[in-house]
C-alpha cells in the first residue's frame, strides 16, 4: 500500500523509549482495551470526531456539505457517517474546529521526512522513532518495513511500541530494523483479558516468549488499571512469567491507568466504558515497582 492512516505525530516525546523521539500513531488495532485513552485509533478506517463543546449550532456543516449528510436536530448538526463520503468540506466550513477526522494517509517517504526534522535531537539525546499506535504490526508490513529502512539507513534508531497480539510473522520481519520492542503486558488472567481487551493472552505472551529468544532488545510496559490488574497477584504472575521464561527485559515499566482519554469517545459517537477504574496510588504503585525491584529487574513508574 503506498499510505497508511496515522493519527498523530508527536514530536519531543520522552515516554517512548531513550531520549528524545518523534512518536508516530498508526490507525488501527487488533484490541479494544476498555481502558483506551487513544480510542481513535482503534478503527482501521479514517472516523468522523464531533467535538459537542466547541460547536457553535451555526450550521455551516450542514450547508456545505455536498451529500446532505449533516442535517440540523435544532442547533446540533447531526451527521450521518454513512452518507459521508469524507470530502473534508464540512472540516474547512466550520469555523469552531468542532468537526474533525482522525487519521491522515501518508506515504513512507512523507513519515520519513517529518521525522528527520528532528535528527538532531535524537543525536543529542540518544533518541530516535517510535512507531505506535494502534498497533503499526497490524498495518501493512510492506509499508512498514519500507519506512523502518528509510529511517535506519538515515542512522535513526527506531522503536516499535506493540501490543503483541500479531502474526509472530510480522514480528519477526521488522527485528533487523528495531532499536527496541516497547512490548505491553496487560494481564495474566487470559479469561479477564479477553474481556477487558476483547482477545485472550495466549499469542501475546507466546510472541513475547519468541521475541526473547530472538534476542531482541524488549522493553516490557505494564498499563496498571485500578480495579483491573494493580493487584499482587498479576504482578506476581507476570514476574513469574518473565522469569520463568528467561526473558529479561532492559526495564519494566509501570504506567498508572488515567482518564485523560475519555472525552474523545463521545466525539466519536461512543460511550466510555471505563468510569468504574481509577488511578492507583502512589503508595500502591511503589509497591508493584518494589515487587519488580525484589526479583531483580530494573524497573520504573511512567515512562
Ligand atoms: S466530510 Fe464531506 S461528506 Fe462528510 S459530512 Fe463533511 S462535508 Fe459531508
Ligand atoms: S459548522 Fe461547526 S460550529 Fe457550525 S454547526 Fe457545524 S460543527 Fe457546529
Known sequence: MEVQLVTDIQKFSIHDGEGIRTTIFFKGCPLSCIWCHNPETQDYGQQFMWNQEKCAGCGECAGACPSGAVSMDGHKPVTDVNKCGICHTCEEYCLQNAREFAGREYTVEELAAEAVKDQPFYEQSHGGVTLSGGEVLARDMDFVEQLMLELTKRGIRVNVDTCGYIPWKNIARIIPYTDTFLYDIKL??????????????????????????SKAAIWIRIPVVGGV???????????????????????????????????KYPRLGQKYQ??????????????????????????GIGG
Not at 520463568?244 to 509501570?254: A, N, R
Not at 471505563?274 to 524497573?299: I, N
Open 188 to 213: 495474566m488472567d487470559s479469561r479477564l483479558h479477553q474481556k477487558m481487551t476483547g482477545v485472550g493472552n495466549e499469542e501475546i505472551l507466546e510472541n513475547l516468549i519468541r521475541l526473547s529468544k
Open 229 to 263: 490488574n494493580d493487584t499482587d497477584r498479576n504482578m506476581e504472575e507476570t514476574l513469574e512469567f518473565l522469569s520463568s521464561h528467561s526473558i529479561t527485559p532492559k526495564w519494566i515499566h509501570l504506567l498508572p491507568y488515567h482518564n485523560t482519554g475519555s472525552g
Open 274 to 299: 471505563g468510569r468504574d477504574f481509577t488511578t492507583p496510588k502512589e503508595s500502591r504503585m511503589q509497591e508493584l515497582l518494589d515487587m519488580c525491584l525484589a526479583r531483580g529487574y530494573q524497573a
